[in-house]
């Protein structure tokens, strides 16, 4: 994303905000991206994911995996044991929003250090 003009259109702002609002829809909120973490650093079984994150439910945490799911980011993979073995992987595609989570977290370190620096 670089400004290439002095003077930016409106239609130049739109090209810039869609695709951004497109990836806010699909890992905004207040878990997918703590549960992509989560898978990201090889905790696989629900249960695991449930327990590295703070405060969600077991609810939430089903509906924000089938959305990850669905949006080709989390691949759920069900193995014939008994009891029957439930394990989640990031697929390829997500492992590309790698450098967004950690870039996320350096401007949320440096942010953290810039609010108590000011207080």
């Known amino acids: 994303m670089t400004k290439e003009t002095t003077n930016p259109t409106m239609a130049?702002?739109?090209?810039?905000?869609?695709?951004v609002r497109d990836t806010l829809d699909v890992?905004?909120?207040?878990?997918?991206i703590l549960i992509l973490i989560s898978i990201m650093y090889g905790i696989k079984r629900f249960r695991e994911i449930e327990r590295s994150i703070p405060k969600i439910s077991s609810k939430v945490l089903a509906k924000e995996l089938k959305d990850?799911?669905?949006h080709k980011l989390?691949?759920?993979?069900?193995?014939?044991?008994?009891p029957v073995l439930v394990e989640y992987t990031l697929t390829?595609?997500?492992m590309s929003l790698e450098r967004v989570i950690e870039e996320l977290h350096l401007w949320g370190v440096n942010h953290r250090?810039?609010?108590?620096?000011?207080?």
């Open 74 to 82: 989390v691949k759920r993979t069900v193995y014939d044991e008994s």
């Open 12 to 19: 130049d702002c739109l090209a810039i905000m869609l695709p």
């Open 92 to 94: 390829d595609y997500a």
């Open 27 to 32: 890992i905004s909120g207040k878990w997918k």
């Open 113 to 119: 250090k810039k609010i108590l620096e000011d207080q």
């Open 68 to 70: 990850l799911e669905a």
